[in-house]
């Protein structure tokens, strides 16, 4: 099955600094997905980016699906941006449903 | 819209005893997924519905397990008996045209533990 693979797994970032995570994926997909999932376990929808670049406020993310990666830009960082930021995408069974397949994350840490 | 809602949003029980989680998904989505998270595994699957209708259970750990979704607006996950090891978060998502949809919607967990 496909595999998702993201780095770095950690992050630690000085509040106001930039940061690019990455998420590689070892086959063709039509959709991708970002989440963010806050210290308080919740699981937030960032972007929903089958290819090209999407913005919004201080994150964008780019999905290059030729070459089996999205990356996912956050500009000057702020506390609130501390969690786990997960990509997703999705894998198709013979009768065209679909279940989206998880990456195990980047723990990302900004420090005032 | 009022989003993915599960209950109860935590559940501490004996082990031994049956749990039983609650989700109602968005309305007018067709998909609902049951997922498990723990520190050691990640976020794993659990089982998925389309239109109502189990696709994929191969994610649910054991017999233990089980899940239904009686009609569109309703899906419960069961745990029978619960053993210390089940102790996790447990999310809902669902979404909306499947494979070409706007992707999933996640409720807010429910952190189940198990003594």
């Known amino acids: 099955g496909i595999q998702v693979e993201q780095s770095p797994p950690d992050l630690i970032l000085q509040e106001g600094a930039n940061s690019t995570l990455r998420c590689n994926f070892s086959d063709s997909v039509n959709n991708l997905q970002w989440f963010h999932q806050n210290p308080w376990g919740q699981l937030i929808n960032l972007f929903y980016i089958p290819s090209g670049t999407k913005q919004n406020g201080r994150l964008s993310a780019t999905t290059v699906a030729t070459e089996r990666y999205s990356l996912l830009y956050i500009s000057s960082s702020q506390t609130t941006d501390s969690g786990v930021y997960f990509c997703a995408v999705p894998t198709y069974s013979w009768s065209g449903t679909y279940k989206y397949i998880f990456g195990t994350g980047t723990r990302l840490k900004v420090l005032a | 819209d009022a989003g993915v809602i599960q209950s109860p949003r935590h559940e501490v029980t004996e082990m031994g005893q049956e749990v039983t989680l609650r989700c109602k998904p968005i309305s007018g989505h067709d998909y609902l997924f049951w997922y498990r998270q723990t520190m050691m595994r990640g976020l794993e699957l659990l089982i998925y519905f389309n239109n109502n209708v189990p696709i994929d259970d191969s994610g649910m750990p054991e017999d233990r397990f089980s899940a239904k979704m009686p009609n569109a607006s309703f899906s419960t996950l069961k745990i029978q008996p619960s053993e210390p090891r089940d102790s996790a978060v447990y999310f809902c998502?669902?979404?909306?045209?499947?494979?070409?949809?706007?992707?999933?919607?996640f409720g807010s967990g429910t952190r189940l533990t198990v003594v």
């Open positions: 998502a669902s979404s909306l045209q499947g494979g070409t949809g706007h992707g999933y919607t």
